[in-house]
């Protein structure tokens, strides 16, 4: 149970936990939802993943009752960004997410879409972005009718300690391409420099964003996203965090303690 739930501004809502295990159960069952609604409407859940803590918190899915409950098998599993480096390597999402989550649950290899490692970071970002098209026009992935854009039942999403989400980085020109879905960066200020990532036209077309934030070192970052949730201001490159505001989904935040120290929860931003 969410310490503090707090709906910021139509279509985003803020949840603080006390302790680490109840944000993990917590966002279990949120995840578990979109996946039974997904498959419901739609016959099938597509979720794009991230590095940091994002395998980490999902760990309750692996357990009981998610398990056994979900249907693995309608899960089509993709990553909102990725780091150069072999499938194989420490700091491979793919690695992380394989080791934690996909050798544990029963979703099919076959709905497994890993970036490509064996290309360069350009041509592995056209390759991922073909992969997308074709999921799209085959309406695995659902279709934004605002832009076309694959619209993803969920994506879950780290924030940095700089507001970096993805591997999109404060003041970073990818923040400001308009008609890709996919692009690369090759001087990450964290390494490795060369990654593969959504756009955030790609992030906010999807029907559910979660944002994931957990220790000290995040607080600042957590701050300067979500202080201003309540008010209309333009996109700000500076904290690509704050620029997550799905056209026509939902944002849920969901914060530990540590990350919600420098939030002034009842300030007039927030409606308790
Ligand atoms: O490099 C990356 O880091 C960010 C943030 O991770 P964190 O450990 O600082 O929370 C992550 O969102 C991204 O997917 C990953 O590639």
Same mark, same amino acid.
């Given at each position: 149970m969410a310490t503090t739930v707090c709906e910021a501004k139509k279509n985003t809502e803020l949840r603080v936990f006390e302790f680490s295990d109840e944000l993990a159960t917590d966002l279990a069952e949120y995840v578990a939802q979109l996946s039974e609604i997904s498959v419901k409407e739609r016959g099938c859940f597509t979720i794009a993943l991230s590095g940091g803590p994002i395998v980490g918190v999902m760990r309750k899915l692996c357990e009981a009752p998610y398990q056994k409950m979900l249907?693995? @098998?309608k899960w089509y599993v993709l990553w909102a960004d990725e780091r150069a &480096? =072999?499938?194989? !390597? =420490? #700091? @491979?999402n793919y690695k992380m997410t394989k080791e934690g989550l996909l050798s544990k649950v029963p979703i099919l290899n076959s709905h497994v879409y890993s970036i490509n490692d064996t290309l360069t970071v350009e041509e592995a970002a056209a390759d991922y972005e073909f992969t997308i098209r074709q999921l799209v026009k085959a309406r695995t992935i659902s279709v934004s009718e605002i832009n076309d854009c694959p619209k993803f039942d969920l994506i879950l999403l780290s924030v940095g300690p700089t507001g970096s989400i993805a591997s999109l980085h404060p003041n !970073? +020109? =990818?923040?400001?391409? /308009?008609? #890709?879905w996919v692009t690369f960066i090759?001087? @990450? +200020? #964290?390494?490795?420099?060369e990654r593969i990532t959504f756009t955030m036209l790609v992030i906010n077309s999807a029907s559910n964003v979660v944002i994931v934030a957990t220790g000290e070192d995040k607080a600042r970052a957590v701050q300067q996203s979500v202080s201003q949730l309540s008010e209309n201001v333009g996109p700000d490159v500076s904290v690509? =965090?704050?620029? &997550? /505001?799905?056209t026509e989904g939902k944002l849920v935040w969901f914060v530990d303690k540590e990350a919600s120290k420098e939030i002034e929860l009842e300030s007039d931003n927030f409606e308790l």
């Open positions: 249907d693995w @098998s &480096v =072999a499938k194989t !390597h =420490a #700091e @491979s !970073h +020109p =990818a923040l400001e391409l /308009t008609d #890709e090759t001087n @990450s +200020p #964290e390494p490795p420099p690509p =965090a704050k620029m &997550v /505001t799905p």
